[in-house]
C-alpha cells in the first residue's frame, strides 16, 4: 500500500476486517496504543483512521468503553426502485415480514381524503414489522 496515506491504510485494513468478519458487529476495537505498535504509526494517524471510519457509520465511540463495531445496516439505492426483500437480501441479510396487526376499521379524515372515501367508511389496517437477520428494522401502518 505504498503511496497511500498511513491513516488510509489503517481505515482499510479495519473495514477489510469488518467486511471479512474478523472484527464483528458490537465487538471492541484493539486500544490505541496496541493498534500504533501493530500499524507502526502515531496515536494521531490511528485516530484519524478510527475517525473516518465513524464518520462513516462502520465504528462508533462509547465515552470511556472505547471504540466498537456498529451492526450493519440495510442501505436503500434511492436511484432505483426496490422491494424491501431486495434491498435487505442485496445487503447480505435474510428478510422477514410480520403482520402484527389486521383490521376493517372506519377510516379518518386523512385516510379518507387519501382513498377518496367518505369519513367512516371502512378501510383495511395492517400493521407489518420488518426485520433484517431478525432485528426489527421497520413498522409500517
Do not use: W
Given at each position: 500500500?505504498?503511496?497511500?496515506?498511513?491513516?488510509?491504510?489503517?481505515?482499510?485494513?479495519?473495514?477489510?476486517?469488518?467486511?471479512?468478519?474478523?472484527?464483528?458487529?458490537?465487538?471492541?476495537?484493539?486500544?490505541?496504543?496496541?493498534?500504533?505498535?501493530?500499524?507502526?504509526?502515531?496515536?494521531?494517524?490511528?485516530?484519524?483512521?478510527?475517525?473516518?471510519?465513524?464518520?462513516?457509520?462502520?465504528?462508533?465511540?462509547?465515552?470511556?468503553?472505547?471504540?466498537?463495531?456498529?451492526?450493519r445496516?440495510?442501505?436503500?439505492?434511492?436511484?432505483?426502485?426496490?422491494?424491501?426483500?431486495?434491498?435487505?437480501?442485496?445487503?447480505?441479510?435474510?428478510?422477514?415480514?410480520?403482520?402484527?396487526?389486521q383490521?376493517?376499521?372506519?377510516?379518518?379524515?386523512?385516510?379518507?381524503?387519501?382513498?377518496?372515501?367518505?369519513?367512516?367508511?371502512?378501510?383495511?389496517?395492517i400493521?407489518?414489522?420488518?426485520?433484517?437477520?431478525?432485528?426489527?428494522?421497520?413498522?409500517?401502518?
Amino acid at each position: 500500500m505504498e503511496g497511500v496515506a498511513l491513516c488510509a491504510q489503517i481505515r482499510e485494513v479495519l473495514c477489510r476486517q469488518i467486511s471479512d468478519g474478523t472484527l464483528r458487529p458490537g465487538e471492541k476495537l484493539p486500544a490505541e496504543d496496541v493498534l500504533t505498535g501493530q500499524f507502526a504509526v502515531s496515536r494521531m494517524t490511528v485516530r484519524q483512521g478510527i475517525s473516518d471510519l465513524v464518520d462513516e457509520g462502520l465504528l462508533y465511540r462509547r465515552r470511556g468503553s472505547g471504540t466498537f463495531v456498529s451492526q450493519r445496516r440495510v442501505e436503500r439505492d434511492h436511484n432505483r426502485l426496490t422491494t424491501f426483500f431486495d434491498s435487505v437480501e442485496a445487503g447480505g441479510f435474510s428478510a422477514e415480514i410480520a403482520v402484527r396487526k389486521q383490521e376493517v376499521m372506519p377510516a379518518n379524515h386523512m385516510v379518507a381524503k387519501a382513498l377518496d372515501l367518505k369519513e367512516g367508511e371502512p378501510v383495511i389496517y395492517i400493521q407489518t414489522l420488518r426485520f433484517a437477520d431478525g432485528l426489527p428494522v421497520a413498522l409500517h401502518d
